[in-house]
């Protein structure tokens, strides 16, 4: 998988800094600014630590089977444009030498529902599937409904008891980001259209 997150830092210098300080306890395996400066700190055949607990489909140790990229935003503006030119470069490269599907390029958000929002309601994402770099359900796929909740696990969304509406949130900060309210058709189409078109290669999520 390749997990996307966003660095929450005054920028990306310091970010690149404190993932390269052992006391952090934390590291990525790229670092990218809003300029598009690439810093690459931990080999894609490494362990990164960058998505703590979580987990997508049967997977439960996401930082044995992701490369992670941290990329400069504070959660709230937009993307730079040379910053998505440089990760649409990243990606095309990793998914090729590592034989990745552009269903597993996910967000931090998704792997880990209520927990984190990153890379947040700004990214893109659109814009990485039209160059075949991660997915995007087209609205005319999305008009049969299912059971969200079914549908949501066939996908590859992990899930506490009781921790439905963390889940709802993350797949409307990726998919539906202008949402509100509560469980509506329109994100029961959208997830239905994910689980029949992308459905997770391992075990389904669900709760557990």
């Not at 390269?20 to 590291?27: H, L």
């Not at 987990?55 to 992701?66: E, I, L, P, Q």
């Amino acid at each position: 998988m390749v997990i996307l997150h966003y660095t929450a830092m005054a920028s990306a210098e310091a970010a690149r800094d404190w993932l390269c300080t052992p006391e952090a306890q934390v590291s990525a395996h790229y670092v990218l600014a809003r300029d598009g400066t690439l810093w690459h700190l931990v080999d894609e055949a490494d362990r990164a630590w960058h998505a703590g607990a979580g987990g997508w489909g049967a997977v439960c140790d996401v930082n044995s089977r992701s490369v992670g990229i941290e990329i400069a935003n504070d959660g709230a503006a937009p993307f730079a444009a040379p910053q998505m030119d440089a990760l649409e470069r990243l990606l095309a490269g990793v998914l090729q030498r590592w034989a990745i599907p552009p269903e597993r390029v996910l967000g931090h958000s998704d792997t880990a529902p209520g927990r984190k929002i990153d890379p947040g309601r700004r990214f893109d994402w659109r814009r990485l599937a039209r160059a075949g770099l991660a997915i995007w359900p087209e609205p005319a796929a999305a008009g049969g409904a299912g059971d969200f909740w079914t549908d949501a696990a066939r996908f590859g969304y992990r899930w506490a008891p009781g921790q439905e509406p963390q889940v709802l949130a993350a797949f409307r900060l990726r998919f539906r980001p202008w949402a509100s309210g509560g469980l509506d058709a329109a994100d029961r189409a959208v997830m239905a259209a994910l689980a029949a078109r992308w459905p997770c290669a391992d075990i389904a999520g669900g709760p557990g």
